[in-house]
Every structure is written in C-alpha cells, then in structure tokens.
C-alpha cells in the first residue's frame, strides 16, 4: 500500500511540476508553485490544479467563455457617439496614461463629469440611498460582497418600493464573495421583481474557471446618469463595528455625467454573461448625458478575460510618469517585483513616496506578505505609515495632479485573477482632495522608523519570510 501511494505521489507531484515549467508566467509563482506540490502532497497539486494554473495561456483548460468576454469588449470599445466627450489632452503626463488605458481597457477618458468623494460608510450608503430614491427608469448594481445585514435590507425596502413605480432593477453579486446569497435571501429580491444573478457562480462543471476568478467590482448605475464605484461593498462592518477591527474605512465615487457610460458597460458586460439577456445594448440603456462638471474621468476595468493586467499597468504606469510624489493606500499592499522594482526607481531617482497601510490586517498572511516589502522600500527612502483603524481603501494619487480610486489592490490576485474596475481622476483640486485625506493619516507616530523595523525580533523576520513565500499565491 505504502508503495502504490509513494508511486502515486511521485506521478502526481511530476505531473505539477512538468506543468508548472511548461506554463509557468513567473519565476517567483514557478518556484512557490513547486514546492507547494512536493511539500504537501496530494494537497498541493489539488491547490495548484485548482488555483495555480494560468488558464489564459493553458489551451487545455481555456474557455469559451473567456474568449467570448474578451471579443465583446473589443466589439463595444466605444459608445456611439461619445467621442464628443473624449479629452484630448495638452499635457504628456495625463495623455501618457490616457492612452494606455484606452488601449488595454477599451475606455476612454471623458470630460464634462462632476465627482463627490464619499469618505464613509454613512456618507457612501446615504448618497446611494437617495440617488436609488430618484431613479426613474433603472438601476443596476453589482457588488463583490452582499452580506445579511441592515444595509442589505435597506436596498431590499427601497427595490420594493421602486419596482412599484416601474423601475427596472438589475443586481450582480459575486458567487464566493456573497457566499450568503444563496436560497431564501436571494429569492426575496427575486420576488419583488429584481433580475439578480451571481457572476461565475461555483459549480462543478465551471469550478476551474470560477473559483479562482472572481468579480471584485463595485458598481451603481442609476438611469444612465448617475453612478457609484470604490471600495465599498455591501456590508454592515462599513457603518458599525462588527470585529475587533472596527468600522472598516474605504473612499468611494459618485459620478455624473459622460464617464457613467463606461461604468455601464462594464456592468452590461458583465449582466450578460451571467443572465445571457442582451436587451441591455438597447440606446435607452445608454443615454446621452450632457456635461454636468468640469472633471475629466477614465474607467478602468482588468479581469482574467483581458489581453493585458490592465491594473497592474496602469499602477506601473502613474508610478513611471510621477515626478514629485507618490501616495499608496492598501489594505493589501503585495505589489509583486515589478511594481516594487518600480517604485524603488522612483524612490532612488527622487520622487517622495508615501505608502499608507492598515496596522492591523483582516488576513494575518496578507499582513505579513505586506510587512515582507517594507524593508525594501524603507531603506531607499520611502515613507511608511500605519493607520491605527482598518482602512480598506484602493488609492494612488501622483503629483497632486492625478488620483485613482476602486477596487484593485496592489496584489497579484486584482493584478492577474479578479474581476477589477477603478475610476482615474485627472483633476488637480479632486487629486489634492483626496491627498489631504492621505496626509491626514501620516503622523509621526505612524510612521515606521527604519532602523526600529530593521531589528524586528526574528520570529517576525521569519513569518513574514514564510508569508512571502505565499505571496505569489495570493
């Protein structure tokens, strides 16, 4: 018995590894993946099996569905008649990026939009609350995380009530991250009239695709004119506090004027490929929406369907173009070498750069995988705070001039697996704005002083090297 299984082991544990070499993206991944696989057996080469492989190059294992996402976004790259409000700009800073995304994300950067920043939970869930209140045609939403609770109750009360006045609504959650919308609660929405579906749900016939793939995104589109994105979900941990973490902190966007379109199709996209409708590419789906503000706005959206990370370059590209400063807040700040590499240039060649994280983490691995990259950082200068609260924002502002808020961490699982979508801000008072918001955090006694971190106790060296060794795989 002993030797079929040492048998098996060896045919199992060989197969990863001839697989891991054959498709391998990453060095780093390459070697995790590998000793994964010989240290547990059986159980690594079910994770790497399950997790590891890199299905968009892996042919065997490449879906028709990944290829059918992909072709409608370069189908729908441009909405008819938008192009009066496309930006053309003077600068080769903002152009720079601009053009990057129109051509990895298919978006255009818009102009005419008014912006409010949303900088809690109250403030988030009462704007949402109110544009729901005004909605006269439709409302879509999407949320990576729909969990129990009183907000979730409070958009049932305002669905019932606007399904009475005639008001189409659409709703996407995620299969894993609302793993509790599941039989009786989703069928109370369902009930009333809301059109709601999972996005990728987990079944056995798609688990390969769907568990490691999720739709992170955060939208709200209100008749067309109005939309919402950020870091918010759907959770009473944003209002109260419901863990030793406390109330979770996050910044989010409320939009109006011509950049909600670009919101809207990602939503379309993404409703069609969970309800297989295609009503929603009728025009009054997409109307035309005038100027309404002076601040121009380029979506951004990445996901395992994409040609490219489109996240993970636009990060490399604003911290490429800064010339005076960078600010990062993360919750889950395990960037990857390249974008590390990158912002170590930017470091030595004299940029000021300013990384905010949360002291406490709500993953203990994401925690140390995080501290793993600060003594990197530290010792070419950067400044490293720790926020005392659970700030659970995604922002990078460069120069004061350009600020990006949403859903995509600096980890490899927004850069490469998720389902992503950020809103880019290229005004200069909206960008300070948010920055001061930054700043507020930076104290002295947040600050981590480099020689203190430096000679951390050893047990803290060693969690976070055996984090590190994890990080690829997160």
Not at 411 to 423: L, P, V
């Amino acid at each position: 018995m002993n030797t079929v299984l040492w048998l098996a082991y060896l045919v199992v544990t060989i197969w990863s590894i001839i697989n891991i070499i054959f498709n391998g993206s990453r060095a780093t991944k390459m070697i995790s993946w590998s000793l994964s696989v010989i240290i547990f057996p059986f159980l690594g080469p079910l994770l790497y099996y399950l997790f590891g492989i890199n299905r968009r190059k892996f042919k065997l294992f490449k879906l028709k569905q990944t290829e059918k996402r992909r072709l409608y976004s370069e189908t729908h790259k441009e909405l008819e008649g938008g192009e009066q409000s496309v930006h053309k700009f003077d600068d080769y800073k903002p152009e720079k990026l601009a053009s990057l995304i129109r051509k990895n994300s298919y978006f255009a950067p818009y102009e005419g939009n008014n912006i409010t920043l949303l900088n809690s939970g109250e403030e988030t869930f009462e704007a949402i609350f109110k544009a729901i209140e005004e909605a006269k045609d439709f409302i879509h939403l999407q949320y990576y995380i729909l969990e129990e609770g009183m907000l979730l109750d409070k958009f049932h009360e305002l669905f019932q009530q606007k399904i009475k006045e005639g008001v189409e609504i659409r709703m996407l959650f995620d299969s894993f991250g609302s793993n509790s919308m599941r039989g009786k609660r989703v069928k109370r929405f369902k009930e009333i009239g809301v059109k709601a579906f999972s996005t990728m749900p987990i079944r056995f016939g798609n688990l390969l695709f769907t568990l490691n793939y999720r739709n992170h995104r955060k939208i709200i589109i209100i008749d067309g004119k109005i939309g919402f994105t950020g870091g918010f979900n759907v959770s009473d941990k944003y209002i109260k506090p419901v863990s030793e973490l406390g109330v979770w902190q996050d910044l989010h966007l409320q939009i109006a004027g011509p950049a909600v379109n670009s919101l809207q199709r990602i939503f379309v996209k993404d409703y069609h490929f969970a309800s297989k409708e295609e009503l929603l590419l009728q025009d009054r789906y997409f109307p035309k929406v005038e100027p309404v503000g002076d601040t121009v706005t380029q979506i951004i959206s990445s996901g395992p369907d994409s040609r490219y990370p489109a996240i993970m370059q636009q990060y490399l590209a604003m911290i490429n173009i800064a010339t005076k400063r960078i600010c990062i807040a993360n919750p889950y700040f395990i960037p990857g070498e390249p974008v590390l590499e990158a912002i170590r240039i930017a470091a030595l060649s004299g940029v000021e750069v300013n990384l905010l994280t949360p002291k406490i983490s709500d993953s203990l691995l994401a925690q140390y995988s995080m501290f793993s990259t600060f003594e990197a950082l530290l010792e070419v200068g950067a400044n490293i705070y720790l926020r005392p609260d659970f700030s659970h924002s995604k922002v990078i502002i460069i120069d004061g001039e350009i600020a990006s808020v949403g859903s995509g961490n600096f980890d490899y699982r927004s850069f490469e697996h998720n389902f992503e979508t950020n809103a880019i801000l290229y005004d200069k008072e909206l960008a300070s704005e948010i920055e001061g918001l930054f700043i507020k955090h930076c104290t002295e006694e947040a600050k981590i002083n480099f020689e203190k971190f430096r000679n951390r106790s050893p047990f803290s060296k060693f969690l976070e090297g055996l984090a590190k060794f994890f990080s690829p795989l997160l």
